[in-house]
């Protein structure tokens, strides 16, 4: 009883647009993996997120993908390059993730919407 109770970070509350603007700035400024993508969701909403909370993010950087907001890379040990590859659920763990310019734009419109 005199442990705290840990605030949770509800992504199955938040409106897509609102996980995905955070998806998009997660990726913004430098190539992520999906545990970092989560990370920063979960520092940023302050809270922990359990096993649906990832499935929720998960799917909205699929959606972002989809969108053409988000490409998917491999990392080359041969060129030391990022190599753009296609995504599915089964390869997101194992893949890095950067905003592409429609993605930027995107992004600066939901910002402006804040505004």
């Known amino acids: 009883m005199g442990r705290r109770a840990k605030k949770r970070a509800d992504t199955m509350t938040m409106p897509n647009s609102q996980l995905g603007r955070m998806v998009l700035e ?9 545990e ?31 969108d053409k907001d988000i490409e998917a ?7 030391c390059r990022f190599v753009p590859t296609p ?10 993730f950067y905003i592409t310019e429609q993605g930027k734009e995107r992004l600066r419109i939901l910002e402006e919407e804040d505004m």
């Open 36 to 66: 970092m993508i989560i990370s920063e969701i979960v520092k940023w909403t302050g809270g922990e997120i359990d096993a649906t909370d990832k499935n929720q993010i998960e799917l909205s950087l699929m959606r972002c993908i989809a």
């Open 73 to 79: 890379y491999e990392y080359s040990e041969k060129s």
């Open 26 to 34: 997660a990726v913004a400024d430098d190539y992520e993996e999906l």
């Open 87 to 96: 995504s599915d659920p089964q390869t997101l763990h194992s893949l890095w």
